[in-house]
């Protein structure tokens, strides 16, 4: 279980999972927590990414990233098609994604 940040630029960093980052039961204490970590104002969870590195896992956005004027994420747009396409699931053509991505796996997920 880990938590990954894509940014635009630079290597996938991985987050400390031993000091469970997302273990607070205070849901706006976790919002806070993703928005500061994609320097976002809300976030949004990109729909069918069940599995990254062979875990069960879940990706997070900033919502207003285009409106923001964030940089195409080339590698998390990659990584959310090869999800996709391990689901079965069709590739969306020309819909990118900007900004950093979170990608949080095992039982760093949110549900």
Do not use: W
């Not at 607070?24 to 990109?46: K, M, N, Y």
């Not at 896992?57 to 900033?62: E, K, L, N, S, T």
């Not at 940089?71 to 994604?97: E, K, M, W, Y």
Request: glycine share 8%; proline share 6%.
């Amino acid at each position: 279980m880990a938590a990954y940040l894509v940014p635009e630029r630079g290597p996938i960093q991985t987050l400390r999972s031993d000091i469970g980052l997302f273990d607070s039961q205070d849901p706006d204490a976790t919002d806070e927590l993703i928005c500061r970590l994609l320097g976002a104002d809300v976030f949004e969870r990109v729909p069918r990414i069940n599995a990254y590195k062979g875990e069960a896992a879940q990706m997070y956005v900033d919502e207003m990233a285009l409106i923001r004027d964030r940089h195409p994420n080339d590698r998390a747009t990659s990584i959310r098609d090869q999800a996709l396409r391990a689901a079965g699931v069709a590739v969306p053509i020309d819909v990118g994604i900007y900004g950093p991505a979170l990608i949080l796996t095992g039982a760093e997920r949110l549900d």
